[in-house]
């Protein structure tokens, strides 16, 4: 299933075509379901990320960064900038798509002061939340 999910995400790349913020809340549940067991993280713990509520314990981290593996914005463990505006570019609808691309931008250098992936997953995430809560979406 898991299969499918992520061959239908990259078949919307390929093709360029962008995604309806369903089709994403879709996928996200799919990609939970599968970085959130790997983490042993409670949804009570990563529920709240929505809503700005960032919980700092290490399985939080490491579940963020799963979802950001999935998504392929982490590659070689680091945060891949040039993928994720490329995404965001491609596959978000046209309302959020150029206030993610800014929160992108705003937050690019995040990551850096971050060696572990998990916590830069963690920090840069909730540096797009703070820069712009309205396009903020995580699993």
């Known amino acids: 299933m898991l299969f499918l999910v992520v061959a239908k995400f990259f078949i919307l790349l390929s093709l360029g075509e962008a995604m309806t913020m369903k089709q994403i809340r879709n996928t996200g549940k799919m990609m939970r379901k599968q970085c959130q067991p790997k983490n042993n993280v409670e949804d009570e713990k990563i529920d709240p990320l929505g809503k700005g509520v960032f919980i700092n314990e290490k399985e939080v981290k490491c579940y963020m960064a799963c979802i950001m ?3 392929n914005t982490i590659k070689n463990g680091k945060i891949n900038y040039e993928a994720a505006m490329k995404q965001a570019d491609l596959l ?3 309302d959020i798509k150029e206030p993610a691309k800014e929160a992108l931008t705003s937050c ?27 396009i903020f979406y995580f699993p």
């Open 69 to 71: 593996k999935m998504a």
């Open 108 to 134: 690019r250098k995040v990551a850096d002061s971050h060696k572990d992936v998990c916590d830069a997953a963690f920090y840069i995430s909730k540096c797009i939340y703070e820069y712009n809560p309205d």
């Open 92 to 94: 978000l609808p046209e």
